[in-house]
């Protein structure tokens, strides 16, 4: 993963110290883009190693519109901990807005389904997003995530929030806007959950995976991660993994962790990092 190491790069060279709603502080710029081809490998980090077993948990979670932590915790997956309730609520986060998108009548609208629908009908269509950013429910920055819960919002709005896919000569790629991007600690999963649902998608709807773009509007770097950072940029990256799976699931809805195998995952040790509340 290059691209990423020079993206860590640019971000240390032209970021602009900027505070933010954490009070950490972060190096920031705003606006760029990536790519990957899925042809050379699925994109888990060599230079870190990544416990791919939450970032999957976690794709598995938000398609079964689960928006409640202790799902998460119950499958080992600790990263949403600092932002939930005691009882495990997050507020109508990801899940809900991707399959249950509440419309004035009181019913829903489910957008995977649609995605999923107009891949398998309707390939050509320019259409074929889902997006997350619900004004209606989105919180107010200047109170805790927790605060925010209690009042119906979300804990807090999306960050990865529009998907959009294109099928050409037989292939899907999906594209990835990602308003706000933690670098070190987010990013990574960002790339990895955006790689692992094309390759679902591709499943279902018989198609080969093409490339995965992901665009940024913020993307920083925290002042609490710089050593982190320069650490990993002395690692050389090494051959990328490769994803397979164990059977076909009937529907995007009924993967499990065990459908995932990743296999020559040859990654070099995590980095411990503190992720910014
Ligand atoms: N500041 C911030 N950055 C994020 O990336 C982020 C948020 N907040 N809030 C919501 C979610 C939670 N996400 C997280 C949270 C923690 C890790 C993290 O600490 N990752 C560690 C390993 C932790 C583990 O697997 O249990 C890593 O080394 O990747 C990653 C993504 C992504 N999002
Ligand atoms: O999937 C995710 C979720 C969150 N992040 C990061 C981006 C920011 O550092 C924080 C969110 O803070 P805001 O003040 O709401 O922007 O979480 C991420 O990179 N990826």
């Known amino acids: 993963m290059k691209v990423y190491l020079e993206?860590?790069?640019d971000v240390l060279e032209n970021?602009?110290?900027?505070?933010d709603r954490t009070g950490t502080g972060t190096k920031s710029v705003f606006g760029r883009q990536i790519r990957?081809?899925?042809?050379?490998g699925f994109p888990l980090l060599t230079t870190k190693k990544l416990h791919f077993k939450s970032i999957a948990n976690e794709l598995i979670w938000f398609l079964n519109g689960n928006t409640n932590n202790n799902w998460l915790n119950e499958n080992g997956v600790k990263i949403w901990d600092e932002w939930a309730l005691e009882d495990g609520s997050l507020g109508p986060i990801y899940g809900e807005q991707w399959t249950a998108w509440p419309t004035k009548d009181g019913g829903t609208i489910n957008?995977?389904?649609?995605?999923?629908?107009?891949?398998?009908?309707?390939?050509?269509?320019?259409?074929?997003l889902f997006h997350g950013w619900n004004v209606e429910f989105l919180p107010d920055e200047t109170v805790s995530p927790q605060e925010n819960?209690?009042?119906?919002?979300?804990?807090?709005?999306?960050?990865?929030?529009?998907?959009?896919?294109?099928?050409a000569n037989g292939r899907l790629s999906g594209q990835l806007y990602i308003r706000s991007s933690d670098i070190f600690l987010g990013l990574p999963y960002n790339i990895a959950s955006l790689s692992l649902l094309v390759h679902?998608?591709?499943?279902?709807?018989?198609?080969?995976p093409g490339e995965v773009?992901?665009?940024?509007?913020?993307?920083?770097?925290?002042?609490?991660?710089?050593?982190?950072?320069?650490e990993q940029l002395t690692r050389e990256p090494r051959g990328l993994p490769t994803l397979e799976f164990t059977r076909k699931p009937d529907s995007v809805y009924d993967y499990r962790f065990e459908d995932f195998v990743i296999?020559?995952?040859?990654?070099l040790p995590n980095i411990k990092a503190p992720v910014a509340v």
């Open 200 to 208: 679902m998608l591709c499943q279902q709807c018989d198609l080969q």
């Open 111 to 128: 957008q995977i389904d649609y995605v999923v629908d107009t891949l398998k009908n309707n390939p050509n269509s320019r259409r074929i």
């Open 36 to 40: 990957h081809d899925l042809k050379h």
């Open 263 to 267: 296999n020559n995952y040859d990654a």
């Open 213 to 230: 773009i992901v665009s940024f509007g913020d993307l920083h770097a925290y002042s609490n991660h710089m050593s982190q950072i320069r």
């Open 7 to 9: 993206l860590l790069k």
């Open 15 to 19: 970021g602009v110290d900027k505070g």
């Open 149 to 167: 819960v209690r009042k119906g919002k979300m804990a807090l709005p999306p960050c990865h929030l529009l998907y959009q896919f294109y099928v």
